[in-house]
């Protein structure tokens, strides 16, 4: 499956953005999709997960309660709504499906 994330941007700290995950190619709705990040320095680390329909998702506790993950396969889409942003939120973010990843697209919270 091809990945297309996008929505990032450069917005001040308590801010909101939402990120979105496109797909095609393969059955993208039967598979659970993963939200990773890297901010400059650091190693990869994840941030959140959404199963096939929707009805679980998991998040990093970094990211718990400011970010919600959500997806509408009739459009092929995951997002992440990311509210309350901080500074250390910064950072490249990708989606990720089996073994398929997006290109990344860029968060800059500034304080």
């Known amino acids: 499956v091809q990945l297309q994330a996008s929505g990032g941007g450069s917005v001040q700290a308590g801010d909101s953005l939402r990120l979105s995950c496109a797909a095609s190619?393969?059955?993208?709705?039967?598979?659970?999709v993963h939200w990773f990040r890297q901010a400059p320095g650091k190693e990869r680390e994840f941030v959140s997960s959404?199963?096939?329909?929707?009805?679980?998702?998991y998040y990093a506790v970094s990211v718990k309660g400011r970010f919600t993950t959500s997806r509408d396969n009739a459009k092929n889409t995951v997002y992440l709504q990311m509210n309350s942003l901080k500074p250390e939120d910064t950072a490249v973010y990708y989606c990720a499906s089996g073994r398929d990843w997006g290109q990344g697209t860029q968060v800059t919270v500034s304080s």
């Open positions: 190619g393969r059955a993208f709705s039967t598979y659970a």
């Open positions: 959404i199963n096939w329909n929707g009805d679980s998702t």
